[in-house]
């Protein structure tokens, strides 16, 4: 399974961009990347996954380089409720191979 | 419709008792798992189930029992409670053809004393 390493926290002030970037070198061919988000006593929550190039949903945008070896999630305009950890995660669920949550990026949205 | 629901959402456990977690799901997903979270940590997968009567071994598993006799039930047996599992216990269901997007429940806190 490809190792994900990402910032352990991250500061950010209300309608700011931000943008948490994992780096995956051990990444796998047919491997996918998925972002989520948990806040504090839930569990976590899909954000949005990608393959290759740019993904883009109500939520979040995902960018992939072509070598794949990295992987940013932008939150476009952060409100005070973006404060969260973010996980991101590598895997081919299609193998068998089960996603694994590292530590997570811990963002705080300060006002 | 509920999603994916947990009981009891708080547990307070004397080392030694025994004890299951209940987990229960109405999206019709064939896959379902387990994960603990120690405070401050990620999660991490104790066992999860690819369908009824199917479980398989997660990377903690040891001290935790499962079964899966019905789509919609995933409990989890703590056999003989340590303080070392103290935790917070997610249940998760996702769908194979999505099999990316996992659906979590509000968790149970576990405390053994």
């Known amino acids: 399974l490809a190792k994900t390493t990402q910032p352990i926290s991250m500061d950010s002030y209300e309608g700011q961009e931000v943008n948490i970037t994992c780096s995956h070198n051990n990444i796998a061919t047919n491997d996918y990347i998925t972002w989520y988000q948990q806040f504090p006593s839930q569990g976590p929550r899909f954000i949005i996954q990608g393959y290759k190039t740019k993904v883009t949903n109500e939520v979040a945008s995902l960018f992939i380089p072509a070598d794949r070896k990295s992987s940013t999630l932008s939150l476009p305009r952060v409100s005070l409720s973006d404060t969260a950890v973010y996980y991101c995660?590598?895997?081919?669920?299609?193998?068998?191979?089960?996603?694994?949550f590292g530590g997570g990026t811990r963002v705080l949205v300060k006002p | 419709n509920a999603g994916v629901t947990q009981t009891p959402k708080f547990q307070v456990l004397k080392t030694g008792q025994s004890m299951t977690l209940q987990c229960a799901q109405d999206m019709n997903h064939e896959y379902m798992s387990w994960y603990r979270q120690d405070p401050g940590m990620g999660l991490r997968l104790i066992h999860y189930s690819v369908g009824a009567g199917i479980t398989d071994q997660g990377e903690v598993p040891n001290g935790y029992n499962v079964s899966r006799s019905t789509t919609e039930d995933f409990p989890l047996r703590l056999l003989s409670a340590a303080p070392s599992q103290t935790s917070v216990y997610f249940c998760a269901t996702w769908d194979r053809q999505d099999a990316y997007e996992q659906y979590f429940g509000p968790g149970t806190r576990l405390t053994v004393t």
């Open positions: 995660l590598v895997g081919d669920i299609a193998a068998g191979n089960k996603l694994t």
